[in-house]
Structures are given as C-alpha cells and as structure tokens.
C-alpha cells in the first residue's frame, strides 16, 4: 500500500492564481481530512469527509473547497490564493472516526507560497 | 470549545529523559493520542491513552494522564538523536482530531 499520496510537494502561487491540492489513499479508509500547518499553530482542519459523497467544514475553511466523488480522492481547491494561504498543508484519512480509536495515516504534505 | 496547548520547545541531553505535556480541554474524549512528525514528513501515531486509564508504558515511552486536571504527558526515557522531532497531542473532536501546536524537542550531545 503506497498510504496517503500527496501531489505536489511543493507550489509557488500568485496571488489570484488557482490550484487543486490533490490526494489520494489506496486503504479504502472512509474519513479523510485536510489540515493546514503554520509555525507554533499547530494543525488546523480545512474540511474533513466522512464517505464518498459527504463532505464537511472543519475550523479554517474559507477560501477553500473540496469534493469528495471516490472513496480514494478528496482533492482540495484554492480559487483565489492569497498569501494568507502560504502554509504547509496536508492530507490524512482514517477507516473510523478518531472517537473510535482509529490510527489517522498523513501524507507527506504539500508545501505552497502565495507571492 | 476544544483546544489542546502545548509548550513549544523541549531541549534536552542524549541519554537523558525528555517530558512533553499537553492540557485539553474535551473531557469527554475517550482516547488521546501523541503523534510525531519528522523534518519534512507527515504525522505519525506514535502511542494513544484510553481516557480510563492514568498510565500507560510502551517501550521507552510512558504516558500519563490526569482526567481531573485535563494533563496529558509523554515521557520519553533515554532520549536519542533520532527521537528529534516535532511531537502533537491531540483530542478527539466531533468526527476529527484536535491539535496542539506541537513542541519541537531537540536532543543535543
């Protein structure tokens, strides 16, 4: 099983410009999350999805959109980036939710600028 | 709400013993987990605790829990270069994990 595969792994953005962060899992795991991580801030979730079909907003999800039409993909979507968007940003998944003691697998991360 | 806080920043000595503590606030999670994050890599589970238990051992690592004060800790014993990195605790939340900011421990010789 490759796990959790981020692409890419690094992006330098415009400001304006659009870009689809994608991810994918081969664990047939039904909750896959987006979080984002800036300096001494921890992880904050972006949107998170319980199943094909159903997705939700988490914490910080403005300026963002995600979809969810496979069990394997939950790409995310930045239409206007802004440099406030400038993070390190990763993708993750689990086969139950957290409440059920359930080991969330993370990809490499993705790395973007917004100049 | 929920939040998890976490100092920042852990030095310590090769050989020595290295604690990272966390206070959360959901006291209704039913489990809490350490995850580690290598330079340029993801999250990985490192260890979790069952919120009805105070301790658990695993190795070199031994966690602690304190319900009552809402404190969870993670000792590490004979910490190694190779145990450098950046350690999270993390909450349960409604259908997601919840993260501290994380400290970063640094293992000199």
């Known amino acids: 099983n490759a796990g959790v595969t981020q692409t890419p792994k690094f992006r330098i953005l415009k400001i304006g410009q659009s870009m689809t962060l994608q991810c994918t899992q081969d664990?047939?795991?039904?909750?896959m999350y987006w979080y984002r991580q800036d300096p001494g801030m921890g992880l904050k979730l972006i949107y998170y999805s319980v199943g094909a079909g159903i997705t939700d907003k988490g914490e910080v999800p403005n300026g963002y959109n995600v979809s969810r039409s496979t069990t394997e993909d939950f790409p995310l979507r930045l239409e206007l980036a802004a440099p406030s968007q400038t993070s390190v940003y990763f993708c993750?998944?689990?086969?139950?939710?957290?409440?059920?003691?359930?080991?969330?697998?993370f990809g490499q991360g993705t790395r973007l600028t917004v100049v | 709400g929920e939040d998890v806080e976490q100092s920042l920043f852990l030095s310590v000595r090769e050989g020595d013993s290295s604690v990272i503590n966390c206070t959360y606030t959901d006291s209704s999670s039913t489990y809490l987990y350490w995850y580690k994050q290598e330079p340029g890599a993801g999250l990985q589970l490192l260890t979790y605790?069952?919120?009805?238990?105070d301790m658990k051992q695993d190795q070199r690592l031994t966690v602690l829990l304190n319900k009552k004060d809402k404190h969870l800790s993670l000792r590490i014993a004979d910490t190694q270069t190779g145990d450098s990195a950046i350690y999270f605790c993390?909450?349960?939340?409604?259908?997601?994990?919840?993260f501290g900011a994380g400290t970063r421990l640094a293992v000199h010789p």
């Open positions: 993390a909450e349960e939340g409604y259908n997601k994990l919840i």
């Open positions: 605790i069952f919120s009805n238990m």
């Open positions: 993750a998944s689990s086969y139950q939710s957290p409440g059920e003691n359930t080991e969330a697998f």
């Open positions: 664990m047939n795991h039904n909750y």
